[in-house]
Nanobody, 119 residues
Framework: QVQLVESGGGLVQPGGSLRLSCAAS????????MDWYRQAPGKQRELVAT???????NYADSVKGRFTVSRDNAKNTLYLQMNSLKPEDTAVYYC?????????????WGQGTQVSVSS
């Protein structure tokens, strides 16, 4: 059974930092693209950052220069370093990954971790 498990969310003051992690476990061949999404109350889920297996990254305009996505392929783990957090960053953050099982690719989601930015 493949699982993506996020950790690292919490409550932080504006201007603070958090680091999210997402660990993939189970039986799979490799992991292709990995992403972070977020969903604020009453809003649609939006893409925050993407990182390919070759570590090419892409960010939403709203987080450029503040968030950094990275991955450790040896540990099958995705990270999101979030600095200079703003109240509008408050959301549930979800990890997403495209996993290879043989020649087939499957999409998996984590359960989400809450990030709250408030004074």
């Amino acid at each position: 059974q493949v699982q993506l498990v996020e950790s690292g969310g919490g409550l932080v003051q504006p201007g603070g930092s958090l680091r999210l992690s997402c660990a993939a476990s189970g039986s799979f061949t490799s992991i292709n693209d990995m992403d972070w999404y977020r969903q604020a109350p009453g809003k649609q889920r939006e893409l925050v950052a993407t990182i390919t297996r070759a570590t090419i990254t892409n960010y939403a305009d709203s987080v450029k220069g503040r968030f950094t996505v990275s991955r450790d392929n040896a540990k099958n783990t995705l990270y999101l370093q979030m600095n200079s957090l703003k109240p509008e960053d408050t959301a549930v953050y979800y990890c997403h990954a495209l996993l290879m099982m043989g020649r087939l690719q499957y999409s998996y989601w984590g359960q989400g971790t809450q990030v709250s930015v408030s004074s």
